[in-house]
């Protein structure tokens, strides 16, 4: 049996990454999350802190048979989870589910299924961060009491089979709230001008009256003494307007544009950039943050300048910052 045990989520990075790893490491997947609180029941003590129970889920008690007794054989065993909440999360369940000896498991991250990642990564284990373990179980139990508590009431006072969630019940209410924002509004008239010139080149163009304009016989004033009078160009100025490159991908950004330019849902989206991070073709796709890192924009100038020549490269690269107010910039771009 390989010294090295590397567990991470997905079945497909597994191939790669033990590709990567060499002999020495044997490469298994978790297939995501393997324990939860349980299906039926509240599965949550909140005479003890609000304690969570958790059950290893049916379809994954072979899993975790298997992946015990794996562990149980190495030296060293690494989680490879995703670094975020869920990922975080996932590795916290499998040291408790495995029994773990945390002297022998080491957590490892990498945003990116390379070979330079991979052997980066585990250059760099760190410890399972109990921060982001707990704040992924505050979400879940939040979920579980606010679901558990009111989709009774749902059914009984709407429609049997509805749910709310600690998510959607407050955008209901950010609906609600918004549709009768509108039902309250009081409508105004407001009028726009817009005149058509014709040029001796034959070249028209179009000009708008800036002014406010809420009065009929204003606008018909307006519009008889502009029919009368002479126009003519008072100065003319021309200015180079310099165009920015959009900022990387984030996650919204990436199903803004694959809806607006393919017309894809975000399911589908989400779908086709899973496997193509599975397969190392892009960096992970979940994340709120437009930077880079170092070695990409290193990579990324380096191709530039044998592709294009040093013409085409700035003489620094371009920075982004997140516009995001509370950006976790977990990954990045």
């Given at each position: 049996?390989?010294q ?19 002999s ?27 304690a ?43 040291a408790?589910?495995?029994d ?20 980066k ?41 509805l ?22 509004f ?27 304009l ?52 975000v ?38 300048r ?28």
């Amino acid at each position: 049996m390989s010294q090295n045990l590397v567990i991470v989520e997905s079945p497909a990075k597994a191939k790669t990454i033990e590709k990567y790893l060499g002999s020495a490491f044997t490469v298994r997947s978790s297939f995501g999350h393997i324990r939860d609180l349980p299906e039926r029941g509240i599965g949550i003590d909140v005479t003890k802190n609000f304690a969570p129970e958790y059950v290893v889920s049916d379809d994954k008690k072979d899993v975790v048979a298997q992946l015990r007794k794996l562990a149980k054989t190495a030296e060293t065993v690494w989680l490879a989870s995703d670094e975020d909440r869920e990922g975080e999360a996932i590795s916290w369940h499998l040291a408790e589910a495995l029994d773990l000896d945390m002297s022998k498991t080491k957590r490892i991250v990498f945003h990116e299924i390379t070979k330079t990642a991979i052997l980066k990564a585990v250059e760099n284990p760190r410890h399972i961060d109990m921060n982001l373990v707990n704040a992924q179980q505050a979400r879940r139990v939040l979920d579980r009491l606010v679901g558990f508590e009111l989709s009774p009431v749902l059914w009984k006072k709407v429609r049997t089979g509805l749910s709310a969630g600690r998510v959607q019940s407050v955008a209901v209410r950010m609906i609600v709230e918004r549709e009768r924002a509108i039902e309250q509004f009081v409508s105004d008239i407001d009028f726009r001008m817009e005149g058509r010139f014709a040029a001796p080149n034959g070249a028209g163009f179009s000009a708008e009256y800036h002014g406010n304009l809420t009065d009929q016989a204003a606008v018909d004033a307006l519009a008889a003494a502009l029919a009368l009078g002479g126009f003519g160009v008072r100065s003319l100025e021309q200015k180079t307007a310099p165009r920015k490159p959009a900022a990387p991908f984030t996650t919204s950004t990436l199903q803004q544009e694959a809806s607006r330019k393919l017309g894809m849902a975000v399911s589908r989206t989400m779908s086709l950039a899973q496997k193509l991070y599975e397969n190392g073709h892009i960096t992970y796709m979940r994340t709120d943050s437009v930077t880079l890192s170092a070695d990409a924009m290193g990579e990324v100038r380096d191709t530039i300048r044998s592709t294009y020549g040093n013409e085409a490269l700035s003489s620094s690269p371009r920075i982004f910052n997140s516009k995001i107010k509370n950006a976790q910039e977990a990954h990045e771009a």
